[in-house]
């Protein structure tokens, strides 16, 4: 049997909804927490392995909701992989 086979992955996109995350320069963390976990999710179904999403809409999810949305994906085994992705706001670095 195929290692990969055995892996399943919850992505978690970041924010969403009321909740938008770090925002600046037009860059809105919640739309790209989505866009790059949509990005993971397609790429980890291509190569075969068992995907699912937290959330794949502009949503609010409370954290409890979060939790539930992750346990409830595949439960919470050993060989359950969590993704959170979040993208957050820094100063410019001046070397």
């Known amino acids: ?41 397609n790429r980890l179904k291509e190569l075969g392995l068992d995907v699912k999403m937290t959330r794949t809409t502009d949503e609010t999810l409370s954290p409890t909701e979060r939790v539930n949305r992750v346990l409830n994906a595949f439960g919470n085994d050993s060989d359950v992989l969590v993704i959170s992705n979040h993208i957050n706001a820094g100063g410019r670095e001046i070397c």
């Not at 866009?35 to 993971?40: D, H, L, R």
Request: net charge negative.
């Open 1 to 41: 049997m195929d290692e990969r086979a055995s892996k399943r992955v919850v992505i978690d996109a970041g924010h969403g909804g009321n909740d938008p995350g770090a925002s600046g320069n037009g860059i809105i963390e919640k739309e790209y927490t989505l866009k790059i976990s949509e990005y993971i999710y």
